[in-house]
């Protein structure tokens, strides 16, 4: 059985920083693609930022400089570091593992950015 478990998101201040992370199981890790989305209320899921299998690291524009997507095989495990963040962050965080046909999501983690 395939699982992503999302975990450290909450509420933070705006230029606070917030590491998100998300293990994997029942997949064969090393061989996925790895990505970071989000979903504001009332707006499409959105990519933030995405990781080859390789390790060759993709960032939308509005998160670049900011945020920080990583990978550790060893651990099954992807994070997304998040600084200076900001109000328009506020999003419900999914991760994504992607491999050929095969495509599974987590259940999301949020993250709340106020004041």
Request: glycine share 12%; with cysteine; charged share 15%.
């Amino acid at each position: 059985q395939v699982q992503l478990v999302e975990s450290g998101g909450g509420l933070v201040q705006p230029g606070g920083s917030l590491r998100l992370s998300c293990a994997a199981s029942g997949i064969t890790f090393n061989l996925y693609d790895m990505g970071w989305y989000r979903q504001a209320p009332g707006r499409q899921r959105e990519l933030v930022a995405d990781i080859s299998r390789g390790g060759i690291t993709n960032h939308v524009d509005s998160v670049k400089g900011r945020f920080t997507i990583s990978r550790d095989n060893a651990k099954n495990t992807v994070y997304l570091q998040m600084n200076s963040l900001k109000p328009e962050d506020t999003a419900v965080y999914y991760c994504n593992a992607h491999f050929l046909s095969a495509d599974y999501w987590g259940k999301g983690t949020l993250v709340t950015v106020s004041s």
